[in-house]
């Protein structure tokens, strides 16, 4: 195991106090439970004397047409990267992630000493050798690219000892599918709780696999986190029964400030031109130095934002959407971005 920095958790513990504008957050504000009708009574779930471990796999498998045993529950979309990658690691000789990509999807095989590939996310091609594998998340965090991505990544999956597919963000798009998981036995996919369902303080996430890779995943979790806290797992079960809810309220979100962004910051590049409902878009043109310009939005405008490099692609802002308003920090945004020449 190497010891390696997540530049961005550092810059943000660094600079979080000085944020007047908040455009860093990639998780929706946490909803009131109660008002949706959830029960939050400690007492009631006291009383809950079941396997809710168990309950909640059902509740996931039900989701996504498989069976408890194709899922594992983690502790957030954290461990479930820790869990896949400590699997791909021991299952390959080289993992292949395409840049520009949150950072612990590479940082994490490195850390274990794994060998990771980077290549660019329009290039990714069918796997070199037997031994490869492929990690990604999709949507990716932080161009938002979805549907273009998903197609190569499905023709060419194939080819890869296992593909490991971070869906975080999935639910914010508008594809039907619950997920791209086809029950392939190289298919690995994770999901959290803290994005789309805003519920980041359950540490709630999941894997969905064949049922070897689980059991194989079972084990490693055994050797770290062993267990979900329970009543995380009792209020999660019930969130994940209102999807629909969670549905419409992220999206009335997002797309409303999607919207406000793509008009208050015409004037700049995005990375994608077609939007496709990620609550980032990732701003620039490829010619500045990203973690630069991000200090001096925090220090001189008060703009919390994430820098390009951090993920692996320089000249690149990461904004995000997830305010309940987001109109004033893009404004402050394009004033920001105006000034300091970001075009
Ligand atoms: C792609 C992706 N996966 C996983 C996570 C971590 O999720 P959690 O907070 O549930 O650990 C994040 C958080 O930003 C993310 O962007």
Sequence with gaps: MKIIDFKWLNFLEKYRSLARHNLSNSGMPEPDLKALGINVEYETYLKETGDLDAELRDAIAKRYGVDRDN?????????????????????????????????????????????????????????????ESLAISLPNNPTGKYEDIADIVTRIGGSYRHVYIDETFHDFTDDRRVSLYDGSKNMIISNTMTKFYGLSSLRVGWIISHKDNIAAMRKIKDLTTINNARFSLFLAKQAIERWSFFRERTHSIVRKNAEKARRELSDFEFYSEKYEGAPFLFVGNGNFDSEKMATTAVQKYGLLVAPGSYFGLDGYLRVCITAYDAGPDLSAFREFAEKERLK
Excluded: C, H, K, Q
């Design 71 to 131: 899922v594992i529950l983690t502790n957030g979309g954290t461990e479930a990267i820790f869990l896949a990658s400590a699997f791909l690691s021991a299952t390959s000789d080289i993992i292949t992630v395409p840049f520009p990509e949150y950072e612990p999807i590479f940082l994490v095989p490195e850390a274990m000493g794994s060998r990771v590939r980077r290549v660019r996310l329009e290039s990714m091609a069918r796997a070199d050798t037997e031994g």
